[in-house]
């Protein structure tokens, strides 16, 4: 996948070198003759990466994926007359028309290092207002998301049907299928995510600790779009005191509990004094006071909701509230709060596969037989990792999102980190079992054994 992000910029270059664009240049030819190459140069990519006898096996999914995904671009881009595809107005407009403003309006001189936007423009300044081209690499950032999900489930050696099962859900969950292709940051935020957690990952297996520093700079890199991508950083570092680095077990003592807490005490002290610089949508006061007051000012929307027990002080009502705002970020739009045929799609092709999820890693945790699971890569403390990201991405986005439309993009961000877990949490479940079939086995061979040795003794 990288020689596409050379061949990616070899065609910029060119571009820019032949058209020189401005805001009055017609790309519109020059970016459907550069898409249909990138389609070969990515189709040839994924050929290249999935090359290996297990890949060989994931390779159609993955290519299916893209096909699909490729379809809903040209749908989005030229067929928006016949059909509007759901969550492809509002915000996704809004970015691209604020990226052509950034590029030739009356942001151009503007400098914003925060901004998705800012750097879009950026790229529309280089190669013209090709909208569809910036789309399509919001199309590849999925893909190159996914087969980073396959190489971390083949680091610890999962199951066959596990593995397809997982890969499918990743490829082809609608709703995360149609945010990571239209004009929006989520694609590239769930990229920074992912590759955040594939080097954590890497790490996690005994690599060099440049992989643990770069998994926690790419964390970063997504939180400077939106504090959700900060998600990462923050339980890297947290657990990295509670981690045993030999075993990579959980062992929690008073010394790196004391640790802990000074850790979260000088990020606290960082975020409020520093954050609102280095990191899109977060910093200022971080008191209870303040995210609680800040709930109240994203309640607008058509599809805005009001949870919890109202009028408690700050600091209970966070204490309260909290498990409600998650449920209802995770689960909206409610059943009983659809409005549309679009919601009840959404509720289907979204919601639906964040509460099954949650439903197996309950019953992975319920599993008695599960607790003596081992394996490469010690899969069990690594799942409560993925636990923790998810928590404390549904516990920032439950406080920060009042309304299911927001709850619904905002979720596609974490979409591969909860397929991932769905994944892990599933073979830990199917080890079990094989472990346990096991054990009744051998008690089985012994108890035939002892009767054989009886029968024998007696004659």
């Known amino acids: 996948m990288i020689f596409s992000v050379f061949v990616f910029l070899v065609e910029g270059l060119l571009v820019n070198l032949m058209f020189q664009p401005n805001g009055d240049t017609n790309m519109n030819a020059v970016a459907i003759v550069f898409l249909l190459i990138n389609i070969v140069v990515v189709s040839l990519a994924i050929n290249f990466s999935m090359n290996d006898d297990d890949a060989k096996k994931y390779k159609g999914i993955i290519m299916s994926s893209f096909i699909v995904r490729i379809l809903i671009l040209f749908w989005d881009v030229y067929a928006r007359g016949i059909y509007i595809l759901p969550n492809s107005e509002g915000d996704a407009e809004y970015y691209y028309s604020m990226g052509v403003s950034y590029a030739f309006g009356q942001r151009a001189d503007k400098v914003e290092l925060k901004d998705y936007r800012y750097y879009v423009g950026q790229i529309f300044k280089f190669i013209g207002d090709q909208k569809i081209t910036v789309q399509f690499l919001h199309v590849f950032f999925a893909i190159c998301s996914i087969i980073l999900i396959y190489r971390i489930l083949t680091m610890f050696e999962v199951s066959e049907n596990v593995k397809k099962t997982t890969m499918i859900f990743a490829a082809f969950l609608p709703n995360s299928m149609m945010i990571t292709t239209f004009f929006l940051q989520e694609s590239f935020i769930a990229f920074c995510l992912v590759l955040s957690l594939y080097l954590y990952t890497k790490w996690w297996f005994g690599a060099s600790a440049v992989n643990f520093i770069f998994a926690i700079i790419f964390s970063l890199i997504g939180g400077l779009f939106h504090m959700g991508g900060t998600v990462g950083a923050i339980v890297y570092v947290v657990f990295y005191f509670l981690i045993n680095n030999k075993e990579r077990k959980l062992m929690i003592t008073p010394y790196r509990i004391v640790l802990i807490v000074i850790v979260l005490f000088v990020s606290l002290y960082l975020l409020s004094t520093y954050g609102e610089d280095f990191l899109g949508k977060i910093g200022g006061d971080m008191s209870a006071e303040s995210l609680t007051k800040n709930a109240t000012g994203y309640n607008t929307g058509g599809s805005e909701y009001t949870i919890g027990i109202q009028g408690l002080p700050a600091v209970l009502d966070l204490i309260v509230n909290t498990p409600i705002r998650i449920v209802y970020f995770i689960c909206s739009p409610m ?112 108890i035939n054994i002892k009767s054989k040795e009886l029968s024998r003794k007696m004659y």
């Open 335 to 446: 059943p009983w709060r659809w409005r549309s045929i679009g919601d009840i799609f959404a509720f289907f092709s979204s919601a639906l596969f964040y509460i099954y999820t949650v439903i197996v890693v309950i019953k992975t945790y319920a599993n008695k037989n599960t607790r003596t699971v081992s394996g490469k890569g010690n899969i069990r403390s690594y799942m409560f990792i993925l636990v923790m990201l998810c928590l404390v991405a549904s516990f920032m986005f439950g406080w920060g999102v009042s309304n299911s439309g927001s709850a619904l993009r905002h979720r596609e961000k974490f979409t591969y980190i909860f397929v991932l877990l769905y994944g892990i949490a599933s073979e830990i479940t199917v080890r079990a079992g094989a472990t346990n079939k096991t054990t009744e086995e051998n008690i089985d061979n012994n």
